[in-house]
């Protein structure tokens, strides 16, 4: 499986992204994908996940309310939108595959995308 991320940039507080993670060699059918993000000389920490099967997606408290997740399943993408974004939301986002959406067991992760906010 391959994923490759998308979509980070530059964006002022308050302001808006939506990240896009495309996977070639699986299909959207079964099990699960999710999102982390890695701040300089921080761990790599969950953010969210969503099951394929059945939809159930999951957050880490300090984004519900302002992060979204989705997928296309026919396109095999998934979306991370977010919102009313902080300067401490600054990180490296990566996308993942996942044996399960939470706790995130992780299969392989794609590359990842910067996104920077700051004004």
């Known amino acids: 499986v391959q994923l490759q991320a998308s979509g980070g940039g530059l964006v002022q507080p308050g302001g808006s992204l939506r990240l896009t993670c495309a996977a070639s060699?699986?299909?959207?059918?079964?099990?699960?994908m999710g999102w982390f993000r890695q701040s300089p000389g921080k761990e790599r920490d969950f953010v969210s996940s969503?099951?394929?099967?059945?939809?159930?997606?999951y957050y880490t408290d300090s984004v519900k309310g302002r992060f979204t997740i989705s997928t296309d399943n026919p396109k095999n993408l998934m979306y991370l939108e977010m919102n009313s974004l902080k300067p401490e939301d600054t990180a490296i986002y990566y996308c993942?595959?996942?044996?399960?959406?939470?706790?995130?067991?992780?299969?392989?992760w794609g590359q990842g995308t910067l996104v920077t906010v700051s004004s």
């Open positions: 993942a595959e996942l044996t399960i959406p939470y706790p995130a067991k992780v299969l392989s």
């Open positions: 060699g699986r299909t959207f059918s079964s099990g699960a």
């Open positions: 969503i099951s394929l099967s059945d939809g159930n997606t």
